[in-house]
């Protein structure tokens, strides 16, 4: 007889997206007994400080020892790494070995094979527009929703789905928030053009609140969140809101909001913890 499904699976794009958008959330799961694993598509290796080329490379190595220490902070299994390149922004070239250059079949196959292994009862990946628009992201939620359309009528396959997603009104506090700190640090350096692009999609690829299916209350265990992002240390470099008062950053990280894809809620719902872990 097939196993029953079991726990929750999380699948991103990069090193630190499952803290930023989620991790509350796996750290909870985690906390009452369920087994959480996550995948990693790709190991976040154009994250580094440009050259005089403009060149993001860095160790990957680097990347990925900071996802195992994130991984171990929130409490949930070591990550599988599927080991591709970062694309980079959306304005720069792929290299060879990007993720979005992979075969699509060949990444679905991949992932439906490792949900397969490990029988989860709920996925959790980003939303169509990956937040800001990160090539990664929008393509780790495409191929990560195929496979769990693969598996889901599978005996012991996954039974719920949901994506990370923002609010609206949560992007523009959000955004509201960057220009309060960026005045009042006196904010001289001109923003970049990926700067101005990520701003306009935040707002464009938010959803609307209503649209917001779950909100979690990640209050219990927001610092163990913000201890995991810390772990992502050469993300964190020169981020201003770290500085704010944890009481702020508390506020700030304490609700993560989803939207349930599989199967879709009562109109009108909105829960307050993910279905189908009990």
């Not at 990693?40 to 993001?56: R, V």
């Not at 070239?93 to 075969?103: N, Y």
Request: proline share 7%.
């Amino acid at each position: 007889m097939e196993s029953q499904p079991r726990g929750l699976l999380g699948i991103f794009a990069h090193p630190d997206d499952e803290s930023f958008g989620a991790g509350g959330t796996l750290a909870m799961a985690a906390a009452d007994g369920h087994q959480v694993w996550l995948i990693c598509a790709t190991n976040g290796d154009e994250g580094g400080d440009a050259d005089e080329s403009g060149d993001h490379a860095m160790d990957p190595e680097i990347r990925r020892n900071e996802l195992r220490e994130a991984c171990a902070v929130l409490g949930i299994g070591a990550p599988i790494f599927l080991g591709y390149r970062d694309s980079g922004m959306e304005t720069w070239a792929p290299k060879p070995g990007a993720f979005v250059l992979a075969d699509r079949d060949e990444v679905v196959a991949r992932i439906a094979d490792e949900i397969r292994r490990l029988r989860p009862a709920v996925v959790v990946t980003f939303d169509a527009g990956g937040g800001y628009g990160h090539p990664d992201h929008r393509r780790v939620s495409e191929v990560a929703t195929i496979a769990f359309d693969r598996t889901h009528a599978e005996p012991g396959g996954p039974r719920v789905l949901y994506h990370q997603a923002i609010a609206r009104s949560d992007a523009e506090a959000m955004l509201a928030r960057w220009d309060q700190e960026a005045e009042e640090r006196d904010e001289t350096r001109e923003p970049t053009e990926d700067d101005l692009i990520q701003r306009q999609r935040f707002m464009e690829l938010s959803r609307p609140d209503d649209e917001v299916t779950t909100r979690v209350n990640v209050g219990p265990v927001v610092r163990q969140k913000l201890a995991a992002l810390a772990c992502h240390a050469s993300q964190m470099r020169g981020q201003p809101w770290l500085e704010s008062p944890i009481e702020e950053l508390e506020a700030m990280m304490g609700e993560e909001t989803f939207v349930r894809v599989v199967p879709p809620p009562v109109p009108g719902q909105v829960e307050t913890g993910l279905a189908g872990l009990d």
